[in-house]
């Protein structure tokens, strides 16, 4: 981040650069008018799942929505690739020290023919990504821990993850199979908060709990399920270092990982509602195990 400083002086004339197009006072803005220009091939088609899906990680990139996002993506030392800003939103970067990350500007229109939709938050910016740490790095230096199975819903992978870093979880483990926390959808719903909760894959799956259980901790499997123990009732050592553990909305654990675990645990629910939607037990099951720490 770079010190502040005056925003940057207005495009004039010869310039070339479209009306309303500032330039940054380090580094140049360069004007987009063509929505398949090779310049802005990170942010083509974002709307389109599968698509993102098999290229972002593979070239090692992702995308923040938002400047909030993008910022707390550049606190958290993810180095950028390049920003891609609605030409009237330009001076929202003014204050950033942006290195050798190209900026680009596009209309509104442009923008929304490249990436699909209308952006509404007006910046956009691709990040490179960083090596994940190894399950063992995670929990070594973790007391509290979520772990996902099949959790593959990106709005439901953003949301964990905010609830994970406002209510006092120190790491997320993840099946193989869960979602990308790095997905535009998961990033922006999780408001930047993905970045400040270390993750990692726990493979081989289940058989990787059996790695958390010899860390210490006690694995506390999320059900409904008429045996589970009231979240609230758990033994004092049981909710000393918990691992807890949930799945996918509506199909919940498997049986596989459901043997794996230590304790089976279930919110008490009322007027016949069976579960919470998984964002939601999360942040409930999270704050229950968190309660008496000190702020």
């Not at 950028?80 to 990350?101: C, E, F, H, M, N």
């Not at 490179?128 to 070594?140: G, H, S, Y």
């Not at 908060?193 to 709990?209: D, I, K, M, N, S």
């Amino acid at each position: 981040m770079g010190c502040r400083r005056r925003a940057a002086d207005r495009d004039s004339g010869p310039s070339g650069r479209a009306a309303g197009v500032r330039q940054n006072r380090r580094v140049p803005v360069h004007e987009i008018t063509d929505p398949d220009d090779e310049r802005i091939a990170d942010y083509r088609a974002l709307t389109d799942v599968e698509l993102r899906t098999r290229w972002e990680p593979p070239h090692g990139l992702f995308i923040a929505e938002g400047e909030l996002v993008l910022r707390r993506a550049l606190r958290a030392g993810y180095p950028p690739r390049s920003y891609l800003v609605d030409a009237k939103r330009i001076d929202q970067l003014a204050d950033l020290d942006t290195g050798d990350a190209p900026v680009y500007a596009a209309s509104q229109e442009v923008l929304q023919r490249a990436t699909g939709f209308h952006v509404h938050r007006g910046v956009l910016a691709s990040f490179r990504r960083r090596p994940l740490p190894t399950a063992a790095e995670v929990l070594a230096a973790a007391r509290r821990v979520v772990i996902l199975e099949d959790v593959n819903n990106h709005t439901n992978l953003g949301a964990i993850f905010r609830a994970v870093a406002a209510l006092g979880v120190d790491a997320v483990l993840l099946s193989p199979s869960c979602a990308d926390p790095l997905y535009r959808r998961s990033v922006r719903v999780s408001m930047g908060e993905v970045f400040a909760v270390p993750y990692a894959r726990l493979e081989p799956w289940p058989a990787g709990l059996a790695e958390v259980r010899a860390a210490g901790f006690t694995v506390l499997a999320m059900t409904p399920a008429p045996d589970a123990v009231p979240i609230q009732r758990l033994e004092p050592a049981q909710r000393a270092r918990a691992a807890l553990l949930l799945g996918a909305e509506g199909a919940g654990l498997t049986r596989a990982a459901m043997d794996a675990s230590d304790v089976r645990v279930v919110i008490p629910m009322r007027r016949g509602v069976d579960s919470l939607n998984v964002a939601a037990a999360t942040a409930v099951a999270c704050w229950e195990l968190g309660r008496d720490d000190p702020l």
